[in-house]
C-alpha cells in the first residue's frame, strides 16, 4: 500500500479556486490508479474523478465536469484535484486514494473498495 498525503485544502469563496495534492512518496505513478473522492456532511463519499495509470483522467460526475480536473507531476510523484468555480455545495472533506499497484493502468477501479491505499483527507468549505 501507498502512503498517500493530501494537502491544499482551505477556506475559498464562491467562484474561486484551489488546488490539491496528492503527495505518494517513492511511487512511480503509471503503475497506479488514483482516484480523487469528497465526503459532504451527512452525504457518501463521492467518487469525483479517477486517472488510471496512463494518464486518463476519468469522471462520471455531471456537476464537476468542466470545472474539476486531474493532473499528476511523475518527477514529484504528485497528483493533483485543480479546482475552479467552486460552489458551496462543493464544500465536503477530499480524499484521495490509489488503487493495487499495475492492477489498473488502463482502466480504473470500479467501485471504492478496489482502491486499497487512502489519504487522510482535506477539508474545502466554500462560503462567502
Known amino acids: 500500500q501507498l502512503n498517500l498525503v493530501e494537502s491544499g485544502g482551505g477556506l475559498v469563496q464562491p467562484g474561486g479556486s484551489l488546488r490539491l495534492a496528492c503527495a505518494a512518496p517513492g511511487a512511480t505513478l503509471d503503475s497506479f490508479a488514483f482516484g480523487w473522492f469528497r465526503q459532504a456532511p451527512g452525504k457518501q463519499l463521492e467518487e469525483l474523478y479517477c486517472?488510471?495509470?496512463?494518464?486518463?483522467?476519468?469522471t462520471h460526475v455531471d456537476s464537476v465536469k468542466g470545472r474539476f480536473f486531474v493532473s499528476r507531476d511523475m518527477a514529484n510523484g504528485t497528483v493533483y484535484l485543480h479546482m475552479y468555480s467552486l460552489k458551496p455545495e462543493d464544500t465536503a472533506v477530499y480524499f484521495c486514494a490509489a488503487g493495487p499497484e499495475r492492477s489498473y493502468i488502463y482502466t480504473c477501479p470500479n467501485a471504492k473498495s478496489d482502491f486499497e491505499s487512502w489519504g487522510q483527507g482535506t477539508q474545502v468549505t466554500v462560503s462567502s
Open positions: 486517472l488510471n495509470g496512463i494518464g486518463v483522467p476519468i
